[in-house]
């Protein structure tokens, strides 16, 4: 007997609510399959952040330490500079 449009289908209520339910599994199923997927990619991208930062970090936490060092420095030699100028005789 050929299939057409016009064949008659005949469900059970079983087997309309079996389908249904697979549906609702392989919809659930695929949802949670692209968020664990999106969740790891996130992981990834969070980590390799978290990697491009420590440098960074390392790098100011060096230069703020050069920093304090240079104004040491500085003070040291105007310090220097200004005593050598007290030695000389006011003009």
Do not use: C
Request: proline share 4%; charged share 15%.
């Amino acid at each position: 007997m050929p299939v057409t449009a016009g064949t008659p289908i005949t469900l059970t209520v079983t087997q309309f609510f079996g389908g249904l339910l697979a549906m609702i599994v392989a919809i659930i199923g695929g949802f949670w399959t692209v968020s664990s997927i999106q969740v790891g990619g996130l992981h990834d991208q969070i980590a390799s952040i978290h990697d491009e930062i420590v440098p960074i970090r390392t790098a100011v936490t060096n230069l703020q330490g050069a920093d304090k060092d240079s104004v040491i420095r500085l003070n040291e030699s105007a310090e220097k500079l200004t005593g050598k100028l007290r030695m000389y005789p006011k003009i």
